[in-house]
């Protein structure tokens, strides 16, 4: 079985994978100093209630953009597991050119993202993840990444404006009933998801633009599904396309060279 881990700034994404199909995924906090004996502790845990044997590990792939956390991960896959990971980064193959200045500054969620969005949903392609920054991702009809956006995410930037306006309180971001608020609560609810769902709607159009006509665009991180239903631009919802970016750069290394090692 592989053990595929996307670890962002604020949560880590889990994903196991029996053959190409995910057959459990978990969430959890994305904690830096949480040691390779915590990272055992939390994977059994998750393993024991779903009633799968983490012993059945074979393989592991990471995407990390936390390089603080990356030491514990790596120290656990190899002394509890006895697998070597996967670290998407420079000199992994992924099967796809990289069309950025300089390829060793895009993060490996947003190259595993683009990876799973092409060959699921073919080119052009634009991906939006909102994850701790909401990522714009295009990859051409040929299947190169040529680069994208990056804006500061929903999560952040909500939790800027608590901090900074001492009248404004901390809201659920649901749909309010109208775009004019009738209360400060609704009124903070509109301006963030309808202001972000037309902050995505408008860089989506302008990339189309540049690129000289449409896309698919697909959508993925913790507040997707709120945002697409707002959205004139977001086509589809893929909540776990960067588990299955990982599985799918594993398996084209593992097919490569039996062999591989990732260094």
Not at 38 to 58: C, N, Q
Not at 140 to 148: E, P, V
Not at 216 to 222: E, L, R
Request: contains cysteine.
């Amino acid at each position: 079985m592989l053990l595929a881990l996307d670890v962002g700034n604020t949560t880590t994404m889990i994903g196991l994978y029996r053959g190409r199909q995910l057959v459990r995924h978990w969430r959890v906090s994305s904690r830096p100093e949480r040691t390779s004996d915590e990272w055992a502790v939390v994977l059994k845990v998750l393993f024991d209630r779903a009633g799968e044997r983490l012993e059945e590990v074979d393989g592991a792939a990471v995407a990390c953009v936390v390089p603080p956390a990356l030491a514990a991960i790596d120290r656990f896959l190899r002394r509890e597991l006895e697998v070597e990971p996967l670290v998407v980064g420079p000199g992994v193959h992924t099967g796809m050119s990289i069309r950025y200045e300089n390829p060793r500054e895009v993060g490996a969620d947003r190259i595993v993202d683009a990876v799973a969005a092409h060959e699921k949903y073919g080119g052009p392609v634009i991906v939006v993840d909102f994850g701790t920054a909401t990522t714009f991702d295009v990859v051409d009809a040929s299947g190169t990444y040529l680069g994208g956006a990056i804006a500061p995410g929903i999560g952040i930037s909500t939790e800027a404006l608590f901090e900074h306006a001492s009248k404004l309180p901390r809201v659920e971001l649901v749909r309010p009933p109208r775009v004019i608020g009738r209360n400060t609560v609704q009124s903070m609810q509109s301006g963030i998801l309808f202001g972000f769902a037309g902050q995505v709607d408008a860089l989506v159009r302008r990339i189309q633009r540049e690129l000289g006509g449409p896309t698919a665009v697909v959508a993925t991180g913790g507040y997707a599904e709120l945002v697409a239903s707002e959205s004139e631009t977001i086509q589809k919802v893929d909540p776990f396309l960067t588990l299955t970016g990982l599985e799918i750069v594993y398996r084209r290394n593992q097919a490569r060279t039996p062999a591989f090692r990732a260094e």
